[in-house]
C-alpha cells in the first residue's frame, strides 16, 4: 500500500484523475484525462441525491458539463486525497 501511494504522490502527472488507472500494474491513460471513476463519484453524490436533486431537476444542464465544473471537481478531488495521505489540509493557488 505504501509503495502505491508513494507512486500516486510523486507522479507528477495527477494520475489519479486519468482513465484506465490500475494500480497494481501502476500504468493509467494520460490520453484520457479527467475519465477516473473519482470524478464520476464526486459529481453523482454532489448532485445525483435523491428525486429532488440538482441533477434530477435540472438534466438538459448536466448533459454537457463545463470545463470549469469539471476542473473544480478534479481540484476538490486532488485536494481531498492528498490531504486524506498526509493527514493535513491541502491549500490550493487560485489563479485566473
Not at 463545463?66 to 493527514?87: D, Q, R, V, W
Request: net charge positive; proline share 5%; hydrophobic share 40%.
Amino acid at each position: 500500500m505504501a509503495l502505491t501511494t508513494n507512486w500516486l504522490l510523486t507522479t507528477k502527472k495527477d494520475l489519479f484523475f486519468c482513465g484506465e488507472l490500475d494500480l497494481k500494474a501502476k500504468t493509467f491513460n494520460k490520453n484520457l484525462p479527467f475519465r477516473a471513476p473519482l470524478l464520476h463519484q464526486l459529481l453523482y453524490s454532489q448532485f445525483f441525491q435523491g428525486p429532488g436533486s440538482e441533477g434530477i431537476a435540472y438534466m438538459e444542464h448536466f448533459q454537457k458539463l463545463p470545463n470549469n465544473l469539471i476542473a473544480l471537481l478534479a481540484t476538490a478531488g486532488e485536494c481531498a486525497y492528498k490531504g486524506m495521505l498526509t493527514s493535513s489540509p491541502v491549500w490550493v493557488q487560485q489563479t485566473e
